[in-house]
């Protein structure tokens, strides 16, 4: 059941299977959560129900409650699973909608990409906030980077912890931190990595070495 609390800082690895392939993936995920890693979402979005499922029992297999995890918009799969909660995208059903269906056993987490969809997001009970695109990267290479501003302008006008994606590595990490975020969303930079531990912890030190 959720505690309805994100961990602060948040160091969240958004899943990838074509960076690791379907065999590797898990694996790297439980490297990732051993090398820092607290929060795993999983987004798997041209993947089936059934498989979808399969993959998400896995994944939370190795986890072992040392991360929080997430299932990407498949409401019905994070319930099947007993996930922490379900992040929705920007076209995704509603918050409101979700809601009903989780109840208050789950959180929910939504991506914006702008301040007007931040705060529009925010006033549905969300419990943190996707932002980004921060920086250009190759998973949306179509969408325009947003820079640290997004971060600055949502911290400002909503109370809700707001978590920076897109393009995110250990040279920029700080920067994104010293805007407001309350945590950062990776894929590529741990999954894209031949070592996913050490990728985590070094991404790991930066993060806390920024907040102190």
Request: aromatic letters at 4%; one cysteine or more; glycine letters at 10%.
């Amino acid at each position: 059941m959720s505690t309805g609390l994100i961990p602060i800082p948040a160091f969240c690895l958004v899943t990838d299977r074509n960076l690791k392939g379907q065999d590797l993936l898990v694996n790297a995920v439980q490297k990732a959560v051993m090398g820092g890693v607290n929060i795993v979402q999983l987004r798997e979005k041209d993947l089936l129900g059934g498989e979808l499922l399969e993959l998400a029992i896995q994944i939370k297999s190795v986890i072992q409650k040392k991360a929080l995890f997430f299932v990407n918009e498949r409401v019905d799969v994070a319930l099947a699973c007993e996930a922490d909660g379900v992040h929705l995208g920007g076209t995704a059903m509603s918050t409101f909608d979700a809601r009903r269906l989780v109840g208050n056993s789950m959180m929910i987490g939504r991506s914006v990409h702008s301040i007007d969809e931040g705060i529009e997001a925010a006033k549905y009970g969300v419990d943190y906030l996707f932002a980004g695109s921060i920086f250009s990267t190759r998973s949306h290479p179509n969408v325009e980077s947003q820079g640290v501003k997004l971060i600055e302008s949502l911290t400002k006008r909503t109370k809700v912890p707001i978590i920076a994606i897109g393009g995110i590595n250990i040279s920029n990490v700080e920067q994104v931190l010293e805007s407001g975020a309350s945590g950062v969303a990776v894929i590529s930079t741990i999954l894209g990595s031949s070592d996913p531990e050490n990728a985590a912890k070094r991404l790991r030190e930066r993060i806390m070495a920024s907040r102190d």
